[in-house]
Nanobody
Framework: QEQLVESGGGYVQPGGSLRLSCVAP????????MTWYRQAPGKDRELVAQ????????NYADSVKGRFTIARDYAKNILYLQMNSLKPEDTAVYYC????????????WGQGTQVTVSS
């Protein structure tokens, strides 16, 4: 059964770095577009970074371009989000999402991991 499990969140000072991981056991990883979303308190969930199947395309929110990098390891079925030069406004719960490229109803969310950027 498909499930997504995030890890790697934590507390970091401004300017610091974190790497989030999303393990996707049970997935045919190459068939899914993978996305990182985040949700800050009192705000809507927003797309942070996306990578299409077969890594054809990557997309980033303007607020994270040049600082965050999305990538995946097909051998391990792990999605990553490398976050550098973190800012307090990056504080949020980060979620991993997967959607099958042919069957949109086959979409899944992880439980989220908290990232807090503060001095």
């Amino acid at each position: 059964q498909e499930q997504l499990v995030e890890s790697g969140g934590g507390y970091v000072q401004p300017g610091g770095s974190l790497r989030l991981s999303c393990v996707a056991p049970g997935f045919t990883f190459s068939s899914y577009t993978m996305t990182w979303y985040r949700q800050a308190p009192g705000k809507d969930r927003e797309l942070v970074a996306q990578i299409t199947r077969s890594d054809t395309t990557t997309n980033y929110a303007d607020s994270v371009k040049g600082r965050f990098t999305i990538a995946r390891d097909y051998a391990k079925n792990i999605l990553y989000l490398q976050m550098n030069s973190l800012k307090p406004e990056d504080t949020a719960v980060y979620y991993c999402h997967a959607v099958h490229w042919l069957v949109a109803s086959r979409n899944y969310w992880g439980q989220g991991t908290q990232v807090t950027v503060s001095s």
